[in-house]
């Protein structure tokens, strides 16, 4: 009976490999032009993982951003890669980390849904949807 119970536990599923995105959205934009996208990696598990790509099927380049600032002025870099700590949230936000989406081949408006995917080191894809919002 004992060797039941323990097979029987070790093939639950454990909230620690879990990652999860949580509130994600978009900033309006017309076609051709850029938006960015933003929302919370939450890790549950008790290991770091890394984002290292993005995919948006209605963006002609896709690019992990980091929004800095150096002296009186404020720009934008690529980044090839976000660590996300065990048991931690990290949050991609206006003038922070986001992914830029770049030369839109469809408009995006209020309220429209979209849908894209992240990739992690560990060989973890997250499909995901975000609703598109004027936030500021």
Do not use: C
Request: overall charge neutral.
């Amino acid at each position: 009976m004992s060797i039941l119970y323990f097979l029987f536990l070790t093939l639950l599923p454990t909230s620690g490999d879990n990652i999860q995105i949580e509130d994600a959205w978009i900033r309006p934009a017309n076609a051709g032009m850029n938006s960015a996208l933003y929302f919370n990696i939450v890790n549950e598990s008790g290991k770091a993982d890394t984002l290292y790509k993005a995919t948006f099927e209605d963006a002609g380049m896709v690019m992990i951003h980091e929004t800095y600032k150096d002296g009186d002025m404020t720009g934008m870099k690529m980044v090839n890669e976000i660590v996300v700590k065990p048991q931690t949230a990290f949050e991609l936000k206006p003038g922070g980390f986001h992914i830029m989406l770049m030369n839109l081949k469809k408009d995006l408006k209020k309220d429209d849904k979209k849908e894209f995917e992240l990739y992690f080191k560990s060989g973890k894809k997250i499909k995901g949807t975000a609703t598109v919002k004027d936030k500021f």
